[in-house]
């Protein structure tokens, strides 16, 4: 693996994790990390320059994905606290 596509790897698993680590429900947090984990051991060893570019395509939008729940989730949690102050 070239040295910027190990580094664009890396960059790309802490990104994960960090995001994941922000969900506040315990066993979503810990099912995200321990999956993302996983995937990146799982797929350590290929060599084949076009198959890491799809690994690392499918990476980006899953990060997007994670992103995404995480807006969400803090969106209903506002949405809650100000109903909550309200009533």
């Known amino acids: 693996m070239a040295a910027s596509s190990r580094a664009q790897v890396l ?4 990104a994960m994790l960090r995001e994941s680590k922000h969900f506040s429900a ?3 947090r810990t099912y995200a990390v321990r999956r993302i984990r996983d995937a990146f051991r799982e797929n350590k060893n290929v060599k084949d320059p076009v198959e890491i ?3 690392v395509n499918k990476a980006k939008r899953d ?3 994670i992103r995404r729940q995480r ?3 803090n969106m209903r949690r506002s949405r809650k606290s100000l109903l909550q102050t309200l009533i």
């Open 11 to 14: 960059d790309l698993y802490r």
């Open 26 to 28: 315990y066993n979503y």
């Open 53 to 55: 570019q799809t690994l």
């Open 63 to 65: 990060l997007e994905i």
């Open 71 to 73: 807006q969400e989730a």
